[in-house]
């Protein structure tokens, strides 16, 4: 669960995505280029495997998303951000439950 301003720091994929209306990485988006080569390009978003990754702000256990402070788990049951910690979704109705 990531709001919209974190979902711009969301790493891109460097196949393109076969359903386009809701992909980021397909040209009709802006995402990306013709002829471009993602492995030279994508420096920043690559993911490198010595990263450390950090401990959920609410269970202490590691998060699988780089940049993220809080796991899925926890921001689903709490309707927040997973990256920033912003309240996306009102889960006082709601009966949320991790299984």
Sequence with gaps: MVCKTC???LGRV???????SGARNTI????????????LTSKRARFTP?????????????????GSHYCQ???YKK???AM?????LD?????QSSV
């Design 7 to 9: 979902e711009r720091k």
């Design 14 to 20: 460097i196949c393109p995505d076969p359903w386009k």
């Design 28 to 39: 009709e988006s802006g995402g990306r280029t013709v002829g471009e080569n993602k492995a």
């Design 50 to 66: 010595y990263t450390k990754f950090n401990k959920c702000r609410i269970c202490k256990q590691l998060v699988h998303q780089a």
């Design 73 to 75: 788990g926890c921001a």
């Design 79 to 81: 309707g927040i951000c």
């Design 84 to 88: 920033c910690g912003k309240q996306i």
């Design 91 to 95: 889960v006082k109705d709601y009966k």
